[in-house]
């Protein structure tokens, strides 16, 4: 599932590949992008840069225009030299951009709009994303100081729901939202109210240095599409790859308890977590120091 590790590195591919070519060819199963073209043609324009924000990708042509997709849970980027043939049917393109020596194919893309630099700050979604995890100008102060606001205003909301909210903080996916709670030994179905600075702390620098892991580009001035399966352990072993994601009834890499699933926040998405690394603080309980092994009584805090 794409996720803003996925979609940095598809930007990072295309930027290589189109950035700063000209358009040669255009062409689009959706009638909103069609129209738009009829209007305003890209043949002639400059791709000026691609680029990620969270899990949004930008398209910025010149002559003021930007084609803005989100890959949801199906969509994707395919790169083919000129000629080449597609790895899917044509009914499932929605977008190609073609250069002199390139074919940039947008697959089951579910949402892919046209955008001035002006209706992009009036009418769409990426204005309103939270800080990207995988930006230069991120920082680990400036993600706790928003998972902290949303806290403050939002007392009540499931840790877990909150790391997805990409108002919040842009990239994260469930995958993450799993692995980054984990890593940090906090249960994914705690109040905002009871999470420590210190765990908001650990959960942001966590998230960045997972994500930062997994858009390693090993191969200089070459195009990588592709990096392999997401990656949280540090076991060279594909099967060992990550720590509880996807891994409900095995054993805990950590502890060997049981792992478990369960569906979380209105849209039902699985969760997963270790009942002993990730104990559960409540009402009237104290959360556990980061990092420490112990378990969360009422009241107190014993080894």
């Known amino acids: 599932m794409p996720e ?11 930027q290589k590949a189109i950035g700063g070519k000209v358009v040669t060819g255009f062409d689009t199963g959706l009638a909103k992008l069609a129209r738009v073209n009829d209007d305003a043609p890209l043949v002639g324009r400059v791709v000026e840069k691609v680029e990620s924000r969270g899990k949004w990708c930008l398209i910025f042509f010149s002559s003021d225009l930007i084609l803005v997709t989100h890959m ?15 790895w899917m049917g044509r ?10 020596e390139w074919e940039a194919v947008g697959f089951n893309i579910p949402v892919a709009e046209f955008h001035t630099a002006g209706s992009l700050e009036r009418s769409s979604q990426v204005p309103k994303l939270g800080p990207d995890i995988l930006s230069d100008e991120f920082t680990v102060e400036g993600g706790v100081a928003r998972l902290a606001a949303f806290g403050r205003e939002n007392p009540e909301a499931e840790i877990a729901v909150v790391l997805l909210n ?27 109210r009871t999470i420590t600075p210190r765990e908001m702390e650990v959960m942001v620098e966590v998230s960045q240095r997972y994500m930062k892991a997994n858009v390693v580009d090993g191969a200089g001035d070459g195009i990588v599409t592709y990096s392999g399966n997401r990656r949280t352990t540090h076991s060279s072993n594909r099967e060992e790859r990550l720590w509880v994601y996807g891994r409900q009834g095995q054993e805990c890499r950590r502890c060997g308890a049981t792992v478990m ?18 104990p559960w603080v409540g009402m009237g309980e104290t959360a556990a120091p980061v990092g420490r092994a112990m378990v969360v009584r009422r009241g107190k805090i014993g080894c």
């Open 4 to 14: 803003g590790d996925t979609i940095y590195r598809t930007a990072r591919a295309l």
């Open 72 to 86: 949801l849970m199906s969509g994707s980027w395919h790169l083919y030299r000129a000629g080449e043939k597609w």
């Open 91 to 100: 009914d499932r393109m929605r977008v190609v951009i073609r250069t002199a």
């Open 166 to 192: 990409q108002r919040v903080l842009a990239g994260l996916g469930n995958v993450y939202k799993s692995e980054v709670a984990f890593a940090a030994g906090v249960n994914p179905f705690r109040a905002m």
């Open 261 to 278: 699933m369960r569906k979380q926040g209105v849209q039902a998405r699985s969760t997963y977590w270790c009942p002993e690394c990730q």
